[in-house]
């Protein structure tokens, strides 16, 4: 193998086997070490659960448009919430963008032919298959009802669910994050390729690298955790039991000390997705770099300092309330700076609308909204009022949802064409686009609402004053799932009757863009040379007309 | 029920709340509006093949508008956290003189037991322009007492007090929840708050069934269950410590350590004795675990206080 400088023209790789290609039988797909191929089962594993979670809160929302239920059991209900939780934050956003899209990318976009350890990449697939199959089990044997979060002493000795099954199944699928997290970060130290050094790594893989220290760091925590409430549920090992001199708020700090860092384990990586597809599609480098990479990186370190703001009301002491609380300030100022930038990177653009950057678009606007409402919860006084309520639900979901899920959406339409070598109907994908903006606002605006108003969570019964909310916020949801159903049809439609997208249909300047679409297995026919900075997008200097219709690039400038 | 049950600032400090909460609002308003203004004007006006010039900017430039934003974000954090760091100190110590009242959890109710013995419910009646301090703890799993109308919430622990405090101002009858998910009936457990006059209140506690106040019954209890069978006792052999004047007195532990008589301190010597013990006594005293039960041991500690000629001072440092 010779090293060549970029450019090489993709098209001179036209006629190399494709990823794809390189085997159509089940135990092929079962047993590959391809980075892509894994990204591709777990793009399908997580898109199951996602619909599963989906599923679950569609019947919640469904039972609270009457303040006094109408076809569900409190117990069911309790049961209903508690599997949307869990499914949505380990089983499809924890692993959403990184498993999938981190993995298919990541090697592509540093020049590597695979990951640093391509059979522990399979591993953490089947993990979090093995700890999918206990999360079905307690779905199909009747269920858990501790709420997401798994408190004691209600998870350890008081709840009748299936409390242990559950906790093992995040325990195991938190392995799956740890070994993608290792596999990452090797990878981005030792496999980059020549000239791709650390300050010309896309924003996308930094958003990896910093994603996977904090999995490696904080998901051994969640595992100490949800250990510990085994052992006190199974074997009687007072930990949590005041009783017997344990501690019940210790928990808390423990569970929080994983989630809080895990929140940004589903942030990161949308905000380095959308920092792709702004750069794309406003045709500019993107503003700041170096900022962008030190804020997500002080993002990723300040993450691990501010779990106590989930226990303003737990009986913390003052003190410690605001230290916590001017840490949660201190957090949010890196995001902000974030969202500066991208605006920015919109000023003297080429800007074009398509479906990627109409997600994208959609995921400044309600991440802005999440993160602001992040004030107010950093705000002691405040938090003590609206935290436990739809408030905190409307800014989490805002964050995660309007934010993590938008930025997935925009990666998925961006990379599609990378993915699958097709197109996919624009229209639809626009009109989704605009749906599910719309859609949010409708479910999770009245939420904000009804939380200041004094609307608790997790609540199956309410009172009938907050019954339009409800509704509204249920006629949103409606909306919403019709938008979500939308890109699983047309997807899927494409990759029979797509057209063919050719190599680089967004003009894109990224690594993984100079080679065919669908990539060949090994990547790269030839080794890549970086030999310039991330997002020239300005010095092409010209609109990007859609779908290879204009000229070809000016080559020599890659990434 | 209507919604000013909830959403009525029913307490000078939710007033403040309110404030703090519309000057959050607004600062947020200010930012979207920016924002959104600034993206569209861009997306409009750099359109793909509009005609607006466009051109790399300065580095320079950049980097001065980077420094820019990030010290101006920075300076706005820092004010916000301190306009809602000063709302907190200011709310943190009860007066002295505070009505104490003691709350129990339990899946799926609130029981209040007032210092003049009354007892209720779901329900909660507290005499206006009066501070007034609750004092709680849970009977099993977290609960979390939730009342909108104050802008009050605090999580309920089992074996645990905590505290909080407030001064009514609009009499009425407001929405009390509990907001820890603690089971089958968790949206099932709310009750009502009646603020009312200082004479009402006087009224409504003499007509109530028990007729001794919580620290004769505690006096009772400490009798009958067996307290004073060691601690004051002069003639006995167990070699037990005065409980005179204890409560909100410093003690020394035997493991070298200071500790202050509070309510968790005592609460722990009735129900987990061995723990923590005092320097010159032995760990012999038996539980009282399954032998009194929490509202029982709202009494005894009432008792206790009452032996001590500091308590108002002590429990008001809470």
């Given at each position: 193998?010779?090293?060549?400088?970029?450019?090489?023209?993709p098209?001179?790789?036209?006629?190399?086997e494709?990823?794809?290609?390189?085997?159509?039988t089940?135990?092929?797909w079962?047993?590959?070490?391809?980075?892509?191929?894994?990204?591709?089962?777990?793009?399908?594993?997580?898109?199951?659960?996602?619909?599963?979670?989906?599923?679950?809160?569609?019947?919640?929302?469904?039972?609270?448009?009457?303040?006094?239920?109408?076809?569900?059991?409190?117990?069911?209900?309790?049961?209903?919430f508690?599997?949307?939780?869990?499914?949505?934050?380990?089983?499809?956003?924890?692993?959403?963008?990184?498993?999938?899209?981190g993995?298919f990318?990541l090697?592509?976009?540093?020049?590597?032919?695979?990951?640093?350890?391509?059979?522990?990449?399979?591993?953490?697939?089947?993990?979090?298959?093995?700890g999918?199959?206990?999360?079905?089990?307690?779905?199909?044997?009747?269920?858990?009802?501790t709420?997401?979060?798994?408190?004691?002493?209600?998870?350890?000795?008081?709840?009748?669910?299936?409390?242990?099954?559950?906790?093992?199944?995040v325990?195991?699928?938190?392995?799956?994050?740890?070994a993608t997290?290792v596999?990452?970060?090797?990878?981005?130290?030792?496999?980059r390729?020549?000239?791709?050094?650390?300050?010309?790594?896309?924003?996308?893989?930094?958003?990896?690298y910093?994603?996977?220290?904090?999995?490696?760091?904080?998901?051994?925590?969640?595992?100490?955790?949800?250990?510990?409430?085994?052992?006190?549920?199974a074997?009687?090992?007072p930990?949590?039991?005041?009783?017997?001199?344990?501690?019940?708020?210790?928990?808390?700090?423990?569970?929080?000390?994983?989630?809080?860092?895990?929140?940004y384990?589903?942030i990161?990586?949308?905000?380095?997705v959308?920092?792709?597809?702004?750069?794309?599609?406003?045709?500019?480098?993107?503003?700041?770099?170096?900022f962008?990479?030190?804020?997500?990186?002080?993002?990723?370190?300040?993450?691990?300092?501010?779990?106590?703001?989930?226990?303003?009301?737990?009986?913390?002491?003052?003190?410690?309330?605001?230290?916590?609380s001017?840490l949660s300030?201190i957090?949010?100022?890196?995001?902000?700076?974030?969202?500066?930038?991208?605006?920015?990177?919109?000023?003297?653009?080429?800007?074009?609308?398509?479906?990627?950057?109409?997600?994208?678009l959609?995921?400044?606007?309600?991440?802005?909204?999440?993160g602001?409402?992040?004030?107010?919860?950093?705000?002691?006084?405040?938090?003590?009022?609206?935290?436990?309520?739809?408030?905190?639900?409307?800014h989490?979901?805002?964050?995660?949802?309007?934010?993590?899920?938008?930025?997935?959406?925009?990666?998925?339409?961006?990379?599609?064409?990378?993915?699958?070598?097709?197109?996919?109907?624009?229209?639809?994908?626009k009109?989704a686009a605009?749906?599910m903006?719309?859609?949010?606002?409708?479910?999770?605006?009245?939420?904000?609402?009804?939380?200041?108003?004094?609307?608790?969570?997790?609540?199956?019964?309410?009172?009938?004053?907050?019954?339009?909310?409800?509704?509204?916020?249920?006629?949103?949801?409606?909306i919403?799932?019709?938008?979500?159903?939308?890109?699983?049809?047309?997807?899927?439609?494409?990759?029979?009757?797509?057209?063919?997208?050719?190599?680089?249909?967004?003009?894109?300047?990224?690594?993984?863009?100079?080679?065919?679409?669908?990539p060949?297995?090994?990547?790269?026919?030839?080794?890549?040379?970086?030999?310039?900075?991330?997002?020239?997008y300005?010095?092409?200097?010209?609109?990007?007309?859609?779908?290879?219709?204009?000229?070809?690039?000016?080559?020599?400038?890659?990434? | 029920?209507?919604?000013?049950?909830?959403i009525?600032?029913?307490?000078g400090?939710?007033?403040?709340?309110?404030?703090?909460?519309?000057?959050?609002?607004?600062?947020s308003?200010?930012?979207?509006?920016?924002?959104?203004?600034?993206?569209?004007?861009?997306?409009?006006r750099?359109?793909?093949?509009?005609?607006?010039?466009?051109?790399?900017?300065?580095?320079?430039?950049?980097?001065?508008?980077?420094?820019?934003?990030?010290?101006?974000?920075?300076?706005?954090?820092?004010?916000?956290?301190?306009?809602?760091?000063?709302e907190?100190?200011?709310?943190?110590?009860?007066?002295?003189d505070?009505?104490?009242?003691?709350?129990?959890?339990?899946?799926?109710?609130?029981?209040?037991?007032?210092?003049?013995?009354?007892r209720?419910?779901?329900?909660?009646?507290?005499?206006?322009?009066?501070?007034v301090?609750l004092?709680?703890?849970?009977?099993d799993?977290?609960?979390d007492?939730?009342?909108?109308?104050?802008?009050?919430?605090?999580?309920?622990?089992?074996?645990r007090?905590?505290?909080?405090?407030?001064t009514?101002?609009?009499?009425?009858t407001?929405?009390?929840?509990c907001a820890?998910?603690?089971?089958?009936?968790?949206?099932?457990?709310?009750?009502?708050?009646?603020?009312?006059?200082?004479?009402?209140?006087?009224?409504?506690?003499?007509?109530?069934?028990?007729?001794?106040?919580l620290?004769?019954?505690?006096?009772?209890?400490?009798?009958?269950?067996?307290?004073?069978?060691?601690?004051?006792?002069?003639?006995?052999?167990?070699?037990?410590p005065?409980?005179?004047?204890?409560?909100?007195?410093?003690?020394?532990?035997?493991?070298?350590?200071?500790?202050?008589?509070?309510?968790?301190?005592?609460?722990?010597?009735?129900?987990?004795?061995?723990r923590?013990?005092?320097?010159?006594?032995?760990?012999?005293?038996?539980?009282?675990?399954?032998?009194l039960?929490?509202?029982?041991?709202?009494?005894?500690?009432?008792?206790?206080?009452?032996?001590?000629?500091t308590s108002?001072?002590?429990?008001?440092?809470?």
């Amino acid at each position: 193998m010779t090293d060549v400088t970029l450019p090489f023209a993709p098209q001179k790789e036209v006629g190399t086997e494709s990823f794809l290609d390189a085997g159509h039988t089940l135990i092929s797909w079962l047993t590959t070490t391809d980075h892509k191929r894994i990204a591709i089962l777990y793009a399908i594993s997580i898109t199951i659960f996602f619909f599963i979670g989906g599923i679950a809160i569609g019947l919640v929302r469904l039972e609270l448009i009457e303040p006094s239920g109408m076809f569900l059991t409190s117990d069911g209900y309790n049961r209903l919430f508690t599997i949307h939780g869990i499914i949505m934050v380990w089983f499809f956003l924890v692993p959403s963008i990184p498993a999938t899209m981190g993995n298919f990318l990541l090697p592509l976009m540093i020049g590597a032919r695979d990951v640093a350890f391509p059979r522990l990449n399979l591993l953490s697939w089947y993990l979090y298959v093995g700890g999918a199959a206990f999360t079905i089990y307690v779905l199909v044997a009747g269920g858990v009802d501790t709420g997401w979060t798994f408190y004691p002493p209600f998870s350890s000795d008081y709840s009748n669910s299936h409390v242990i099954a559950a906790a093992a199944g995040v325990f195991v699928v938190g392995f799956s994050s740890i070994a993608t997290g290792v596999n990452f970060i090797t990878t981005t130290h030792m496999l980059r390729c020549p000239g791709m050094t650390w300050f010309r790594l896309p924003l996308f893989c930094w958003s990896m690298y910093a994603t996977s220290l904090v999995m490696v760091l904080a998901t051994p925590v969640l595992a100490m955790s949800l250990v510990l409430i085994v052992a006190e549920r199974a074997f009687g090992l007072p930990v949590f039991d005041a009783a017997k001199g344990g501690d019940p708020v210790l928990f808390q700090h423990i569970f929080w000390f994983y989630s809080h860092p895990a929140v940004y384990i589903m942030i990161l990586p949308a905000m380095g997705v959308v920092s792709e597809v702004f750069a794309c599609f406003a045709r500019r480098q993107v503003f700041g770099y170096t900022f962008m990479v030190y804020a997500m990186m002080a993002i990723a370190v300040i993450g691990f300092m501010v779990w106590g703001h989930h226990m303003f009301v737990a009986g913390q002491s003052q003190l410690a309330n605001l230290v916590f609380s001017f840490l949660s300030f201190i957090v949010a100022v890196p995001s902000a700076i974030k969202v500066f930038n991208w605006t920015a990177t919109l000023y003297r653009g080429q800007i074009g609308f398509d479906a990627p950057m109409l997600y994208a678009l959609g995921f400044l606007g309600l991440f802005t909204i999440g993160g602001l409402t992040g004030l107010f919860l950093a705000s002691v006084p405040i938090d003590i009022q609206v935290t436990d309520t739809y408030f905190v639900v409307a800014h989490f979901h805002f964050i995660m949802v309007g934010g993590s899920v938008s930025a997935f959406m925009a990666g998925i339409h961006y990379w599609w064409p990378k993915v699958t070598g097709r197109l996919y109907n624009e229209f639809w994908a626009k009109f989704a686009a605009i749906t599910m903006f719309l859609g949010f606002n409708m479910t999770f605006m009245p939420q904000f609402l009804m939380g200041w108003e004094g609307m608790p969570r997790r609540y199956h019964v309410y009172p009938p004053v907050f019954q339009i909310w409800h509704v509204l916020s249920s006629g949103g949801a409606a909306i919403l799932a019709i938008a979500y159903i939308m890109p699983l049809v047309y997807l899927t439609l494409s990759l029979r009757y797509g057209a063919r997208a050719g190599n680089n249909p967004w003009h894109a300047t990224g690594l993984e863009w100079q080679t065919t679409s669908p990539p060949p297995k090994h990547n790269f026919e030839r080794r890549p040379v970086v030999i310039a900075d991330p997002y020239m997008y300005h010095e092409i200097g010209q609109p990007r007309s859609s779908h290879d219709t204009s000229p070809p690039l000016p080559q020599g400038r890659q990434i | 029920m209507s919604l000013d049950q909830f959403i009525t600032e029913a307490s000078g400090y939710a007033r403040r709340v309110d404030e703090t909460f519309w000057i959050l609002v607004a600062i947020s308003c200010v930012v979207v509006f920016l924002l959104t203004g600034l993206i569209l004007t861009f997306i409009i006006r750099y359109r793909r093949g509009s005609d607006a010039p466009r051109g790399p900017l300065p580095e320079a430039l950049k980097h001065e508008i980077e420094i820019g934003w990030t010290s101006a974000t920075f300076f706005l954090f820092l004010f916000l956290f301190w306009w809602a760091g000063v709302e907190l100190m200011a709310a943190s110590s009860p007066p002295k003189d505070a009505l104490e009242i003691h709350v129990v959890a339990k899946q799926w109710m609130f029981r209040f037991q007032h210092p003049s013995g009354a007892r209720e419910i779901d329900e909660l009646h507290v005499p206006l322009a009066t501070p007034v301090r609750l004092a709680m703890t849970s009977e099993d799993v977290i609960h979390d007492l939730y009342i909108p109308a104050l802008r009050l919430k605090r999580d309920i622990l089992p074996d645990r007090y905590t505290y909080i405090w407030f001064t009514a101002t609009t009499p009425g009858t407001y929405h009390l929840t509990c907001a820890e998910f603690c089971g089958t009936n968790h949206s099932r457990m709310y009750g009502q708050l009646d603020i009312v006059t200082m004479q009402d209140y006087a009224r409504w506690t003499t007509a109530q069934p028990e007729g001794d106040d919580l620290a004769h019954q505690g006096d009772k209890l400490f009798h009958t269950v067996g307290c004073s069978g060691c601690h004051d006792s002069p003639g006995s052999t167990v070699h037990a410590p005065d409980l005179h004047n204890l409560y909100g007195r410093l003690v020394q532990l035997a493991d070298g350590r200071t500790v202050t008589a509070d309510e968790a301190y005592l609460r722990d010597k009735i129900l987990l004795p061995n723990r923590d013990i005092p320097a010159g006594y032995a760990p012999d005293m038996p539980s009282f675990r399954g032998v009194l039960n929490e509202g029982q041991i709202v009494a005894v500690m009432a008792y206790l206080k009452s032996l001590s000629t500091t308590s108002n001072e002590q429990g008001a440092r809470q």
